[in-house]
């Protein structure tokens, strides 16, 4: 156990609509990241945060949006969703943003339909 | 910009045999490199770390050095078991754009099956 949970383990939508998908960070870590996997494109980073400031941005689309909560905890928003959106979205955190091991939660997996 | 090139999967290989798993990198700065493991069903987990040229990572048999003249950080382990089984990543931790903000890059997994 990483200790980083996420929530829902597994979802299933329709095109075009809108989820949320939760993590919690290990305790005491300031730092989340968002990844996300699927078949074809391998682990591709999304975004991170750092004790609720956006840090960094990798290929995360406009439809997605993220944020840092107060109490370390993030959200992912995916909105108008497409049959390619379905993957499998890591939440990791680390203690500082740079040069530390991150740790892993165990995903969520979102299949649109 | 800094990448992760793995060797392509599948790996099979039987029981005890020498495993060998190429990673290269290209960076801007002196980054960290790891190696993360992904068992079925499971998120990622660290398997070792090496934060500096000719340092070695090492962890429940597994071995990385750090080779910073040939931009490499190649896996391997002597003798393969069946619990092996699984996708390892090789990833990097830079300040690229010497912002303050660290990046981690990931490779694109090699899957590694381990035959009886």
């Known amino acids: 156990d990483s200790g980083v949970t996420q929530t829902p383990k597994h979802l299933i939508t329709a095109t075009g609509q809108r989820v949320t998908l939760r993590c919690s960070p290990r305790s005491g870590d300031l730092s989340v990241y968002w990844y996300q996997q699927s078949l074809d494109q391998g682990l591709q980073f999304l975004i991170q945060y750092y004790n609720g400031e956006e840090r960094a941005k990798g290929n995360i689309l406009e439809r997605f949006s993220a944020q840092q909560f107060p109490d370390l905890h993030s959200e992912l928003n995916l909105s108008s969703l497409e049959l390619g959106d379905s993957a499998l979205y890591f939440c990791?955190?680390?203690?500082?943003?740079?040069?530390?091991?991150?740790?892993f939660g165990e995903g969520s997996w979102l299949t649109v339909v | 910009g800094n990448s992760v090139t793995q060797m392509e999967g599948p790996v099979t290989l039987s029981e005890e045999a020498f495993l060998t798993i190429n990673c290269t990198y290209t960076?801007?700065?002196?980054?960290?490199l790891f190696w993360y493991v992904q068992y079925p069903g499971e998120g990622l987990q660290l398997l070792l770390k090496?934060?500096?040229?000719?340092d070695k990572g090492s962890n429940k048999g597994f071995e990385a050095t750090y080779r910073k003249e040939t931009t490499s950080f190649h896996l391997e382990k002597g003798s393969v078991q069946v619990s092996d089984s699984a996708v390892y990543f090789c990833a990097l931790s830079d300040q690229g754009d010497h912002s303050g903000t660290y990046k981690y890059i990931f490779g694109t997994g090699t899957r590694l099956k381990v035959l009886a």
């Open positions: 960076a801007t700065g002196y980054p960290s």
């Open positions: 090496a934060t500096k040229a000719d």
């Open positions: 990791a955190s680390s203690v500082y943003p740079g040069g530390n091991t991150i740790y």
